[in-house]
């Protein structure tokens, strides 16, 4: 069996930062593509950073400039730097893991990031 585990999520002031990390393990033979992912209370899911094998990465909007998304290849481990919090980051965040191009094989249970003053 395959598990996806995040860490690093927590509450803290606007303008601080955190770091998310996001480790798989188990019966995982290939891994293409790494992201992070957030649903807002009353909001849909929406893809916040990804980033490949060839080291292609895609962020949302909103988060440009501020989050910046890195893989350990041999742990099989993403992290998710966010500096100048907002807000409207408050979400929980979830880690997907894809074996291949296109795949949304796993996903895990999500780390709660809460910006608040």
């Known amino acids: 069996q395959v598990e996806i585990a995040e860490s690093g999520g927590g509450l803290v002031q606007p303008g601080e930062s955190l770091r998310l990390s996001c480790a798989a393990s188990g019966r995982i033979f290939s891994i293409y593509t790494m992201a992070w992912y957030r649903r807002a209370p009353g909001k849909q899911r929406e893809l916040v950073a990804s980033?490949?094998?060839?080291?292609?990465?895609i962020y949302l909007d909103s988060v440009k400039g501020r989050f910046t998304i890195s893989r350990d290849y041999p742990e099989k481990q993403v992290y998710l730097q966010m500096n100048s919090l907002k807000p409207e980051d408050t979400a929980v965040y979830i880690c997907?893991?894809?074996?291949?191009?296109?795949?949304?094989?796993?996903w895990g249970k999500g780390t709660l990031v809460t910006v608040s003053s």
């Open positions: 980033t490949t094998d060839g080291g292609d990465t």
């Open positions: 997907n893991v894809g074996r291949y191009r296109g795949d949304m094989g796993y």
